[in-house]
C-alpha cells in the first residue's frame, strides 16, 4: 500500500532515520552560512501582496520548469498578472514528478502557510485565496518566515563595493536578533573581460577612498575594502570560479595585464589566468590574515542563451553544469596558498557531480593545523541539492573524507521561503545514516548517530564559521 504523501516521516525509510530526524535533526537552529537574501528587504521588513511576489519572483528555479512544461515567457518574467503567473505555476508542478520542486513547493506552502492542498490547477484557487489572506495579516513578513526558520545566522552575498547600508542598520536594531552578516564576493575584480569591469574599477576606488591608476592601487582598494566588511562582521569570502585558473605571474607581470584592461584591451587566455591567479593569491592570503573562510563554487556554464541574456540579464534560469577539467588548477592553486603557510579555512562547492570525487579527494590534501575540517567539500549545489545529488555528495564525502566534520546545508537562495531546504537535508541526511545503522554498516549507537547528524544539521557550521 503506498505511503501517505509527505506525512510525518516523509523521506525516511527506516525506524533509525525516523528517531534521528524526530529527536535529533529536526529543531536545530539553522546557520545559512551563503545565500543571496536582499539585506534591504530584511531590515525593511518586506511584506507581500500575494503568493505569486514571495514565492515566484525571482526563482528562477521556478522559472526553468515552468519554460519546459510549455509556459510561455509572459507568464514566467513577463507582463501578465501575479494570479495568471500563478495559475501557470501551479499547472507546472504536477508534472515536475522527481523534481525536488515538487517537494520545496509542498513543503514552502506547509511549513509557512500550513497549505496541504496538493498544488495544481483544481485547488489553485483555493491556494491563491488561503495564502493571500495570511499574507495581509501580521507574521507573513520577511523577519517572520527567517524567525520562525530558528536562524541565527544569514551570511548575503555582497560586491566589494557596496556601502554595506543595510547590514551596519540591523547591526543597530535591536529588535531583530538575528545575524545578518555580508560575504565578501569579489568576482568583478577578476573578471577583466567582462563588459563594465573599467566602471566597476571606479565604483570600488570611491568605495575604498583610492584612485585606482594601476594595480597596486587595486591592491590597496581591495584591502580597504576586505578592512571594511571585517568591521562589519563579514567573516567569509565567496568567488565565482566557473573555470578554475592557474598560471604562475610575477607581480609585474599582474601590473602589466590590469594596466591594459584598465585601457579597456581585451586580455587573451594565458594572461587572463595570470592576472587571475596572482590575485586570487593575494585576496586568500587577506582571508587568512583575518581568519576568514574562503569559498569557491566552481563549473558554472552561466548566461548560455544569448537572447534570453539580452533580454532578462543575468540569474534568470539561463545557466548549466561546466564540464571542463578542474583538479590540476585547483590543486596548484590551493598549493600557492599552502606554501606560504596562507591557507584560509576553504569550503570547495562543485556543480559538476562527475567531479565529487575530485573535490572529495582534493580536500585531503591540504587539511591540517589542528582545525576539524578546515577544508570542506561543500554541499550539493544549485542543480546537485536534489535528494539523488545531496546522496551523492554525502556518499563520495564519506566515501574519502571525514563524513563527521562536514558543515552541512545552505540556502543559495534569493526566497526566504527557502528554508524548507535545510528540512528537507535533514530528512535525507537522517535516511542515509540510518540506513548505514540498519544495514550494519555503522553500530546502532543513537547518541552517536544522533550526534552526528545535529553536528551536520548545525554544530558543525556553529563550530567552525568565526561568527561569535
Known amino acids: 500500500m503506498p505511503r501517505p504523501f509527505m506525512d510525518e516521516n516523509f523521506l525516511l525509510t527506516n525506524p533509525t532515520a525516523e528517531r534521528l530526524f524526530h529527536d535529533y535533526a529536526k529543531d536545530m537552529p539553522i546557520i545559512d552560512y551563503h545565500c543571496h537574501l536582499s539585506p534591504k528587504e530584511i531590515y525593511e521588513n518586506k511584506t507581500y501582496r500575494n503568493l505569486t511576489e514571495v514565492w515566484l519572483y525571482g526563482d528562477h528555479y521556478k522559472w526553468r520548469v515552468m519554460r519546459a512544461n510549455g509556459v510561455e515567457e509572459r507568464y514566467v518574467t513577463g507582463d501578465a498578472d501575479d494570479y495568471e503567473k500563478f495559475l501557470a505555476y501551479a499547472r507546472t508542478v504536477p508534472m515536475t514528478i522527481g523534481n525536488p520542486l515538487y517537494h520545496w513547493s509542498h513543503l514552502e506552502l506547509r511549513r509557512f502557510f500550513g497549505v496541504d492542498e496538493l498544488i495544481n490547477e483544481k485547488n489553485a484557487p ?190 534568470t534560469g539561463y545557466d548549466s553544469m561546466q564540464d571542463g577539467a578542474i583538479a590540476r588548477n585547483l590543486a596548484r592553486l590551493l598549493d600557492a596558498l599552502d606554501r606560504e603557510n596562507a591557507l584560509p579555512k576553504t569550503i570547495l562547492y562543485t556543480l559538476n557531480p562527475a567531479q565529487n570525487h575530485v573535490v572529495g579527494s582534493m580536500i585531503g590534501n591540504f587539511q591540517g593545523g589542528g582545525i576539524p575540517g578546515k577544508i570542506q567539500f561543500g554541499t550539493a549545489w544549485w542543480f546537485n541539492d536534489t535528494k539523488e545529488g545531496m546522496i551523492a555528495q554525502m556518499k563520495t564525502l564519506a566515501d574519502v573524507g571525514v563524513f563527521g566534520r562536514f558543515i552541512g546545508m545552505l540556502t543559495d537562495s534569493r526566497s526566504f521561503l527557502s528554508y524548507t531546504r535545510h528540512e528537507y537535508f535533514r530528512r535525507i541526511l537522517c535516511n542515509l545514516v540510518g540506513e548505514w545503522a540498519e544495514n550494519g554498516e555503522f553500530p546502532a549507537d543513537m547518541e552517536l548517530l544522533g550526534t552526528i547528524v545535529r553536528n551536520i544539521s548545525y554544530g558543525n557550521a556553529k563550530a567552525y564559521f568565526p561568527f561569535d
Not at 136 to 151: C, E, H, L, M
Not at 277 to 304: D, I, K, S
Open 126 to 315: 483555493a491556494i491563491w485565496e488561503k495564502v493571500n489572506a495570511k499574507l495581509q495579516g501580521p507574521g507573513f513578513a520577511a523577519r517572520d518566515f527567517i524567525t520562525k526558520s530558528k536562524v541565527e545566522v544569514i551570511c548575503t552575498t555582497d560586491d566589494p563595493a557596496d556601502s554595506l547600508e543595510y547590514h551596519i542598520k540591523l547591526r543597530e536594531d535591536p529588535g531583530f536578533g538575528v545575524k545578518v552578516l555580508p560575504s565578501f564576493r569579489p568576482d568583478k575584480a577578476l573578471e577583466l573581460n567582462r563588459p563594465g569591469f573599467v566602471e566597476w574599477i571606479g565604483k570600488l576606488g570611491l568605495a575604498a577612498g583610492v584612485r585606482i591608476e594601476n594595480y597596486d592601487d587595486l591592491l590597496s582598494a581591495l584591502m580597504a575594502r576586505v578592512k571594511f566588511f571585517h568591521e562589519v562582521g563579514c567573516r567569509v569570502s565567496d568567488h565565482a570560479l566557473d573555470e578554475v585558473p592557474y598560471a604562475d605571474a610575477t607581480h609585474a607581470e599582474a601590473a602589466a595585464i590590469f594596466a591594459r584592461a584598465l585601457k579597456g584591451e581585451r586580455i587573451g587566455p594565458e594572461e587572463e589566468q595570470k592576472y587571475k591567479t596572482h590575485t586570487l593569491v593575494f585576496l586568500g592570503r587577506l582571508y587568512a590574515e583575518r581568519g576568514w573562510v574562503m569559498q569557491y563554487h566552481m563549473g558554472a556554464l552561466r548566461n548560455t542563451n544569448s537572447r534570453m541574456f539580452a533580454t532578462l540579464g543575468p540569474d
